[in-house]
């Protein structure tokens, strides 16, 4: 247990928000890689749905790192949603071996803004729930 009235660490809020918001985008576009092999899912639906997925995933990570955050609430936010879509850029960029479009790049930049933004709205605004409120002072 803490004792301390200290906040937590970046990396402490940062990592595993980052790490929710990577885990649900990978899930969201390995279920729509299953729709795309059963053919449920067209070929032309495929950027705007992996966007949307991007965009979700984001929005977990914004969402979880706004809860566990102290102050500063809505650039935490913003910062993991900005990590989730870095680290799916490099990884991108460095599996695959073609030049970068700077148009798409962009759209999804400005996606992932938009997401991590409005979740880090909604966990800044819910409240906390007390934890030692049958303790006396």
């Known amino acids: 247990m803490r004792k301390t009235n200290e906040g937590r660490s970046p990396a402490g809020i940062l990592l595993p928000s980052a790490a929710a ?18 053919g449920t899912l067209e070929e032309g639906m ?23 955050a102290s102050g500063g609430k809505f650039f935490w936010a913003l910062g993991a949603g900005m990590l989730v ?10 599996l695959l071996d073609q030049p970068a479009h700077i148009v798409r790049v ?18 800044a605004s819910m409240r906390k729930k007390k934890r030692y409120s049958h303790l006396k002072k």
């Open 21 to 38: 918001g990577l885990l649900t985008t990978l899930f969201l576009m390995l279920v729509g890689a299953v729709f795309v092999q059963r």
């Open 46 to 68: 495929i950027a705007p749905v992996a966007l949307a997925f991007l965009a979700l995933g984001c929005l977990a990570a914004a969402f979880i790192s706004a809860k566990r």
């Open 85 to 94: 879509f870095l680290i799916l850029l490099v990884t991108g960029a460095a």
């Open 106 to 123: 962009a759209i999804s930049l400005l996606c992932a803004l938009a997401a991590s933004a409005l979740g880090g709205l909604a966990g």
